[in-house]
């Protein structure tokens, strides 16, 4: 069994003490009732918190703006992804609060708006416009596994946003800031990668504007920089944000947002200027080499080029093989993690299937298997 105990250190990020460096990664699940997280969601987290889990970052939360959610092409219960807006919702977030305060974890909600790969007609808002930088979907024909049907569906052009409308986007995220704050949270995490709008504002292929909001690399991060330092009012002084970003994209599994470390250094500054305390860094395996002639990982250069506190996740736990399969990969991610590439380690599919997963990182007990069913129920 290997010496976990480096991965139980405490870890100070601003006024917010961990426990230890293991965080449960944002998974959507659908189980959130007309937008509403129900007290069956708060024992699904209260479960985690109990098990040692050193941070809970929840499943991506809508933003207060009628475009964010809607259907996406995966699966079923598209109603049923929580907002953060509005009195009914906001008191179900509180209650999630309450049942992992008294369970003595911590929590920080992620938050989401899906950007072009919301269906337009579909969600809480189906009159809302669906929101992509230059009014197109992306490109078509590469590596992903989105189904094709969907796509044909999803990729027809729309309006490029005006500058209006991209400043209430803005304003959306703040508002949602503000709420989760007003309810006890620790926190804040965006999502800003995997394709979704405000990862698409990074990419070259999906962002061709020649306003503020485009141009070359920094000028395409200045929708992520104006939301970061609106938000970063909110969460004052004492609370981290947490920022996720990704090189690979669901229109395109292979695609880059920087070829080089200079390309990526170019991209992250603006970020940190803004105000983000830690880096949530997505990679399809958390320990593959980011760029050629460097064993360092998208996480490893993350830190090295920002010093910024740095979250590795991707593929923790479990493999693929044709289906998803538990692992012991724990040697690997303490290899990496002793090499100082990340300080925090984020678990997703390997902690749905088994609460336990941290405490039993701590023991050496036995994972329980990837069961691919845990998707359907809150375990």
Do not use: C
Request: proline letters at 6%; charged letters at 25%.
């Amino acid at each position: 069994m290997a010496d976990t105990s480096p991965l139980f250190e405490p870890l100070s990020v601003r006024g917010l003490s961990l426990p230890n460096r293991i965080v449960m990664s944002p998974m959507t699940r659908n189980f959130s009732t007309d937008g509403v997280p129900g007290e069956d969601v708060a024992a699904y987290y209260k479960r985690r918190a109990e098990a040692e889990v050193g941070l809970i970052i929840t499943e991506g939360v809508g933003v207060d703006h009628p475009s964010a959610l809607g259907e996406a092409g995966m699966g079923k219960r598209q109603a049923d992804i929580p907002f953060m807006y509005g009195e009914a919702a906001l008191a179900g977030w509180r209650r999630v609060v309450e049942a992992v305060r008294g369970a003595g974890g911590l929590i920080i909600p992620q938050l989401w708006h899906m950007g072009g790969f919301r269906l337009q007609g579909t969600g809480p808002y189906p009159e809302a416009m669906s929101i992509r930088p230059s009014g197109f979907w992306g490109p078509v024909g590469r590596h992903t596994s989105t189904p094709a049907a969907f796509i044909a569906k999803v990729s027809e052009p729309l309006p490029a946003p005006t500058d209006e409308t991209v400043q209430d986007l803005v304003d959306g995220y703040v508002r949602s800031t503000a709420a989760a704050m007003s309810v006890g949270f620790d926190g804040i995490a965006v999502h800003g990668a995997h394709g979704y709008l405000i990862d698409t504002f990074f990419w070259a292929e999906t962002n061709q504007r020649d306003d503020r909001w485009g141009g070359d690399m920094a000028r395409r991060a200045e929708f992520a920089v104006q939301i970061i330092k609106g938000l970063r009012r909110e969460v004052g002084p004492d609370r981290p944000v947490i920022f996720r970003y990704s090189q690979w994209k669901q229109h395109d599994y292979l695609a880059r947002l920087g070829e080089t470390p200079d390309d990526l250094a170019a991209f992250l500054e603006p970020l940190v200027e803004a105000g983000v305390d830690v880096f949530d860094v997505s990679t399809r395996n958390f320990d593959r080499p980011a760029f050629e002639g460097s064993e360092l990982s998208q996480a490893g250069w993350t830190r090295k080029l920002t010093g910024v506190t740095t979250m590795a996740v991707g593929g923790v736990g479990v493999a693929r093989d044709g289906q998803i399969f538990t692992v012991d990969n724990l040697d690997r991610v303490l290899a990496r993690f002793e090499a100082g590439e990340f300080d925090l380690i984020a678990v997703g599919r390997a902690l749905l299937s088994d609460p336990q997963f941290a405490r039993k990182a701590r023991t050496g007990e036995a994972f329980i298997p990837f069961n691919a069913e845990a998707y359907d129920v809150l375990v």
